[in-house]
């Protein structure tokens, strides 16, 4: 069965140090989703790609995160320079449409910045 | 914005007992997903509900899409340590981004 592959499954750093995640949807997906989850939370969405293009990045704090995702297949979260807060499991899902439909996630990067 | 809230927060049930959570959405939804995530993994779908009055079943599990479109429920019967895990119901708003809520953690004792 096809996966989302997301590495690395764990990045520890320190505060104003620069990390990148990555981001492998399902063949064939268009969507692409990225999305932060703090502990005993839901997911929250920070951007959302339609093929190549930013569709909703309204929640991604652009001060300090980028997102790209250049040929339309895999996609890279940066964050520069990391804060303490910004701690949390990283979560990449794809979709084969564009809204309303099923979103398939990967198994995630846990970030801790100390 | 659009806000999507879960009760409980936490249950703690005998394993053969029922277990129900509930999801409230501020504006009325075009369809509610339900999605459930096992410690230490990642959310995994469910189910999705577009009908209003929607009823649907997997097994032991039972959703429902509530007839104004703006709540929804989970409800499992006969609990197994299986079903460990937390239950998030996630709300579409006709082409918005999906809401998902904080989440309904289930804990089984055998």
């Known amino acids: 069965e096809a996966e989302v592959a997301q590495s690395p499954r764990y990045k520890i750093t320190e505060k104003s140090q620069a990390v990148a995640f990555w981001c492998d949807p399902i063949?064939?997906?268009?969507?692409l989703y990225w999305y932060r989850q703090i502990l005993g939370q839901g997911p929250e969405l920070l951007v959302q790609f339609q093929d190549e293009s930013v569709v909703d990045d309204s929640q991604l704090p652009k001060d300090r995160f980028s997102a790209e995702r250049l040929k339309g297949v895999d996609s890279t979260l940066k964050i520069q320079p990391a804060e303490l807060g910004d701690s949390a499991m990283y979560l990449c899902?794809?979709?084969?449409?564009?809204?309303?439909?099923?979103?398939?996630f990967g198994a995630g990067t846990r970030l801790s910045v100390l | 914005g659009q806000q999507v809230m879960q009760i409980p927060q936490y249950q703690h049930v005998q394993e053969g007992e029922d277990f129900t959570t509930y999801c409230n959405s501020s504006?009325?939804?075009?369809?509610i997903q339900w999605y459930k995530q096992r410690p230490g993994g990642h959310p995994v779908f469910l189910i999705q509900?577009?009908?209003?009055?929607e009823v649907k079943k997997q097994k032991r599990l039972t959703f429902q899409f509530g007839e104004a479109k703006k709540n929804s429920s989970l409800h499992i019967t006969a609990t197994q340590t299986t079903d460990v895990g937390t239950y998030f119901c996630?709300?579409?708003?006709?082409?918005?981004?999906?809401?998902f809520g904080a989440g309904t953690i289930l804990r089984v004792k055998s």
């Open positions: 063949s064939g997906h268009a969507t």
């Open positions: 504006t009325t939804l075009s369809n």
């Open positions: 509900l577009v009908k209003s009055g």
């Open positions: 996630a709300g579409d708003k006709y082409g918005n981004k999906l809401v």
């Open positions: 899902a794809s979709s084969p449409i564009r809204q309303g439909g099923i979103q398939y």
